[in-house]
């Protein structure tokens, strides 16, 4: 294996180092208090100016729809040349959006491109590259474990050249920003099929006739205006059979299409997220003083900025393996360590940005300094797209299934 830059992705690395630079450190206040004066204005859900003002930028700097593999559609990177640049982006978590290369759009583009008809990626697929609207993904749902996808009870029924669709939703993330248009939404079509036949996924518009976006759910208090997490319910939605992706009873086959980059696009940038606040912990304690000498001098934090630092590494490495794997032998090859790092990344983040608070003190803990928010981030993906204890029993199932298949 080797993840040595390619030449191309050297030249980008250095064009997005200077874009954070030049335009995303300089303005994280900003983007904070335009947020905070939407909200005093009585209307946190509308779109920032600075993020729009930097999406032209950032186009015209070739630093648009990194994420998509060859297609034609984005930059042609392998998930393996992407890896580095989705961690820059992840640095600072509202960034992705910048370069449209933010979930839960890039998924979604991604599924369209893979699975969409010529007709849906026309409608669909084409202004959401162009950045001029974005999506939502609608699985999760709040009266059963979703941890088990089987479970999901939304209602997807054919009625002549229509689906109607029934269902509670909720976590429906980027559903609260108005230019959301559309929703790629997983339900059943046949609770009789075989368990993993049961599910569909299928387009939505969000301005469909039935649709009732209910409300907002917090972070830790956040409630990620204008992106949002938000509970929403279907009530007799009709949408022409055509909006249907792949076929009947495919959802799952489309889900595991889509989740294993959603998963590895989540840690890379984690470990960016992590890096961010290892930098931002180093730092502090070469400046503040405590008990006599800078508190970069005291052992307790010399060893976590040495752990930080290994396991950060570790866990780069793990996911630069599962992106070669992706590459070289597929997603569904690459299961076992796309599992192994969506269980890494997101502890190994959680770990390094509470050392981070800690060092910072009080502050640490408030809104002047990025780590708070950043740790309730990287807390969320404990559970998004999985929790840690669903691929812990994918993970161990595969190495099980080594030595049963020898025995037998």
């Known amino acids: 294996m080797n993840f040595d830059y ?99 759009d890039t998924g979604n583009m991604e599924t369209i491109e893979r699975y969409g008809t010529d007709a849906q990626k ?44 029934d269902g509670h939703k909720w976590w429906s993330s980027g559903a609260g920003d108005p230019r959301c248009k559309v929703y790629i939404v997983m339900g059943k079509t046949d609770p009789q099929a075989p368990k993993h036949a049961q599910q569909s996924m299928i387009l939505v518009p969000a301005d469909a006739s039935g649709i009732t976006v209910h409300r907002p759910l917090n972070v830790f208090g956040y409630d990620d205006a204008p992106h949002g997490h938000m509970d929403i319910t279907l009530e007799h939605v009709r949408v022409p059979a055509t909006n249907m992706l792949l076929g009947e009873g495919r959802g799952f086959e489309i889900a595991q299409g889509r989740l294993g980059p959603g998963r590895i696009h989540h840690c890379m940038r984690l470990i ?54 992706m590459d070289t032998a597929g997603n569904k090859a690459a299961r076992g360590e796309i599992a192994m790092i969506k269980v890494v990344a997101p502890n190994v983040a959680c770990q390094v940005i509470d050392w981070a608070i800690q060092a910072h003190g009080a502050g640490g803990v408030s809104d002047d300094f990025p ?23 994918a993970i161990a199932k595969l190495e099980i299934g080594k030595y049963a298949a020898a025995r037998e």
């Open 6 to 104: 390619t030449p191309k992705v050297h030249a980008l690395r250095e064009k997005l180092l200077a874009f954070f630079d030049a335009h995303i450190y300089p303005n994280e206040r900003a983007f904070a208090a335009e947020i905070a004066k939407n909200r005093a204005a009585g209307n946190a859900w509308i779109p920032t100016r600075l993020i729009e003002d930097l999406k032209e930028q950032a186009r015209a700097a070739g630093l648009w729809n990194l994420f998509l593999p060859a297609s034609g559609r984005g930059a042609g990177l392998t998930n393996l040349e992407y890896a580095p640049l989705c961690e820059i982006m992840g640095r600072v978590p509202w960034a992705p959006e910048v370069f449209n290369c933010s979930a839960p």
């Open 122 to 165: 026309a409608q669909w697929l084409e202004p959401l590259l162009r950045g001029e609207i974005r999506s939502a993904f609608l699985m999760t749902e709040p009266e059963v474990a979703s941890s088990d996808a089987t479970n999901i009870r939304c209602s997807i029924v054919r009625d002549g050249d229509s689906y109607v669709i």
């Open 272 to 325: 960016g997220l992590a890096e961010r606040a290892l930098e931002l912990m180093t730092k502090r304690t070469l400046e503040r003083v405590a008990f006599g000498k800078p508190i970069a001098q005291h052992g307790v934090t010399q060893e976590r900025i040495a752990e930080a630092r290994i396991m950060i590494e570790q866990a780069r490495l793990l996911t630069l393996k599962a992106a070669y794997m």
């Open 371 to 393: 780590l708070a928010y950043a740790y309730a981030a990287a807390r969320t993906l404990r559970l998004a797209d999985g929790p840690d204890e669903v691929h812990r029993n």
